[in-house]
């Protein structure tokens, strides 16, 4: 998809305030560049310094109830990287979706809690109105040798022989009710082209695994620190959802009650994000009203340069 379905998303972040304008029902005739749909992207991502380790950064409304989980996420290890320097990439991340968040202004602080000789620590907290919304520990290490060796990336079809994910869903626009059309057909800085084709209206019970390409639409500023924090907003894209294949469930359905509980990523090499990467998803678990998914990130030339995790609620009402 060309615009982040509500995904897990933190789903329990309950916006405030309006409602889309209009209702697409087919393809805009006049539609943002490419350009400067990666340049709202990038310019969620730059963050206001307030001065002693906090910063403030804008929210994004993209049609769901409540601010992308993705969003906080990446706006949080970017907020954790402006306090280390470009010599200690991250490494790994591990964070938790704690309350309810608005399509408001959020601010984020930044606790410095280890500087050694290879590793830096930072812990960062996120708040709306006094409300600490999001925790997130990151941890960061100068580069260094040592023995490698990688999953190898599984054969799947490559992404010119697919369609986006957004065209995919036009096609459903007749079928879609109101709700769902307002943030399903909207363009994005970032496309997704899904190998398996699921009925987003009439998903059929499958094996819990999914594979996705996704790039920016347009090139991304050189800065790594940028790729690795899109990556980060990207992760949370369809994550949850392998947990709900097994189900005959998607995000689509009314009566499904889905909310991000925490996420994790671990970096492994440096990667572009306007280059095409493949996300291959699986849910090893569900049980007790909440389900596990795992992700893999690898470059079109095989290297694996991310993966994931994040455990979320996953309720169905009666």
């Given at each position: 998809?060309?615009?982040?379905?509500?995904?897990?998303?933190?789903?329990?972040?309950?916006?405030?305030?309006?409602?889309?304008?209009?209702?697409?029902?087919?393809?805009?005739?006049?539609?943002?560049?490419?350009?400067?749909?990666?340049?709202?992207?990038?310019?969620?991502?730059?963050?206001?310094?307030?001065?002693?380790?906090?910063?403030?950064?804008?929210?994004?409304?993209?049609?769901?109830?409540?601010?992308?989980?993705?969003?906080?996420?990446?706006?949080?290890?970017?907020?954790?990287?402006?306090?280390?320097?470009?010599?200690?990439?991250?490494?790994?991340?591990?964070?938790?979706?704690?309350?309810?968040?608005?399509?408001?202004?959020?601010?984020?602080?930044?606790?410095?809690?280890?500087?050694?000789?290879?590793?830096?620590?930072?812990?960062?907290?996120?708040?709306?109105?006094?409300?600490?919304?999001?925790?997130?520990?990151?941890?960061?290490?100068?580069?260094?040798?040592?023995?490698?060796?990688?999953?190898?990336?599984?054969?799947?079809?490559?992404?010119?022989?697919?369609?986006?994910?957004?065209?995919?869903?036009?096609?459903?626009?007749?079928?879609?009710?109101?709700?769902?059309?307002?943030?399903?057909?909207?363009?994005?800085?970032?496309?997704?082209?899904?190998v398996e084709h699921d009925d987003l209206l009439a998903p059929v019970p499958r094996a819990p695994e999914r594979s996705v390409w996704m790039r920016a639409v347009a090139p991304l500023p050189d800065d790594p620190?940028?790729?690795?924090?899109?990556?980060?907003?990207?992760?949370?894209?369809?994550?949850?959802?392998?947990?709900?294949?097994?189900?005959?469930?998607?995000?689509?359905?009314?009566?499904?009650?889905?909310?991000?509980?925490?996420?994790?990523?671990?970096?492994?090499?440096?990667?572009?994000?306007?280059?095409?990467?493949?996300?291959?998803?699986?849910?090893?678990?569900?049980?007790?009203?909440?389900?596990?998914?795992?992700?893999?990130?690898?470059?079109?030339?095989?290297?694996?340069?991310?993966?994931?995790?994040?455990?979320?609620?996953?309720?169905?009402?009666?």
């Amino acid at each position: 998809m060309n615009d982040p379905l509500p995904t897990a998303a933190s789903a329990p972040l309950i916006a405030s305030n309006g409602a889309p304008d209009t209702v697409p029902t087919s393809a805009p005739s006049v539609l943002p560049t490419p350009a400067a749909l990666v340049d709202r992207l990038v310019a969620l991502m730059r963050l206001e310094p307030l001065g002693d380790d906090h910063f403030r950064a804008q929210s994004q409304n993209i049609g769901t109830p409540a601010v992308f989980g993705g969003q906080v996420l990446g706006q949080a290890l970017m907020a954790a990287s402006l306090t280390v320097g470009a010599e200690r990439p991250v490494h790994s991340m591990h964070a938790y979706f704690l309350l309810p968040g608005e399509h408001a202004p959020i601010d984020y602080t930044v606790d410095r809690v280890r500087d050694g000789r290879s590793f830096t620590t930072r812990h960062v907290v996120a708040r709306q109105q006094e409300r600490v919304i999001f925790e997130m520990s990151a941890s960061f290490q100068t580069v260094d040798d040592g023995v490698e060796h990688q999953s190898a990336m599984p054969e799947r079809p490559a992404p010119e022989s697919l369609r986006s994910d957004l065209d995919r869903r036009f096609d459903l626009a007749d079928r879609m009710p109101e709700r769902l059309r307002v943030k399903a057909l909207r363009p994005h800085g970032l496309e997704f082209r899904s190998v398996e084709h699921d009925d987003l209206l009439a998903p059929v019970p499958r094996a819990p695994e999914r594979s996705v390409w996704m790039r920016a639409v347009a090139p991304l500023p050189d800065d790594p620190v940028m790729h690795r924090a899109l990556l980060a907003y990207a992760s949370d894209h369809g994550l949850l959802g392998a947990a709900l294949l097994p189900h005959g469930l998607s995000y689509a359905q009314p009566r499904l009650r889905l909310a991000s509980l925490d996420h994790a990523m671990w970096f492994h090499r440096d990667f572009r994000l306007d280059d095409w990467l493949l996300y291959v998803m699986d849910s090893p678990s569900a049980g007790g009203g909440r389900g596990l998914s795992r992700g893999s990130v690898f470059s079109r030339d095989g290297r694996l340069v991310a993966s994931m995790a994040q455990e979320g609620m996953v309720r169905v009402k009666a």
